[in-house]
């Protein structure tokens, strides 16, 4: 029996996948979290064989939540299940410690078969993303946003999104003078003046 835990802040979400992995014979949903926060609390109070998460989660989220998890329990697989396409999240995710990354548009009988790779030891990326990640080791031509490290990323996510510096601080859990710091940052880095910049360049790559 493959024990799952269920970490998305969307009700529905969680209902619909629940109804779908109860219809298995050999998956069962053992935990639910509506934060990353609960969801490592739950991992550190029981086992699971699998975690499906969602990145985009109030308070711990993302590829800092997936290291925790990871952290707490070397031997938990994580399968994320994200709205963000693949290019944004999917090589930083295995880089943190996931096993697959999905997206919500997948089909259900696709879902319940990568659960079952994931949990059985497998990896699950699409072909686009192997070569991504594949490219990503010592890569000197790389693309600027692949520069900046998991912290920058997820603000730079926020920024792009409209996210003021107070609400990306209560979003991370940073205070408001360390997101300008990283807000710097990720300007030197991407060689960008303004945020302006940092959107039209999302835009581009399609990373918003």
Do not use: C, N, W
């Amino acid at each position: 029996m493959i024990r799952v835990l269920l970490a998305d802040d969307h009700t529905l979400v969680r209902e619909g996948l629940r109804q779908l992995l109860g219809a298995t014979a050999d998956i069962r949903v053992e935990g639910e979290a509506a934060t990353g926060d609960e969801a490592l609390a739950l991992v550190k109070a029981d086992d699971y064989d699998l975690a499906v998460l969602d990145l985009s989660m109030p308070g711990l989220s993302g590829i800092e939540l997936i290291k925790r998890l990871r952290l707490e329990k070397p031997r938990l697989r994580v399968l994320v299940l994200s709205m963000h396409g693949e290019q944004q999240y999917a090589v930083r995710a295995l880089k943190a410690g996931a096993s697959g990354y999905l997206t919500k548009d997948s089909a259900s009988a696709q879902l319940v078969g990568v659960i079952r790779k994931v949990a059985g030891g497998g990896m699950h990326i699409s072909e686009a993303a192997a070569a991504q990640l594949v490219g990503a080791v010592g890569d000197g031509d790389a693309l600027p946003h692949t520069r900046l490290s998991d912290r920058e990323f997820e603000v730079f996510r926020l920024l792009v999104a409209g996210v003021g510096p107070t609400g990306i601080a209560e979003r991370l859990h940073l205070s408001v003078k360390t997101v300008s710091t990283h807000k710097t940052r990720i300007l030197e880095k991407m060689g960008m003046e303004s945020v302006a910049g940092l959107v039209r360049y999302a835009v581009e790559k399609k990373l918003s």
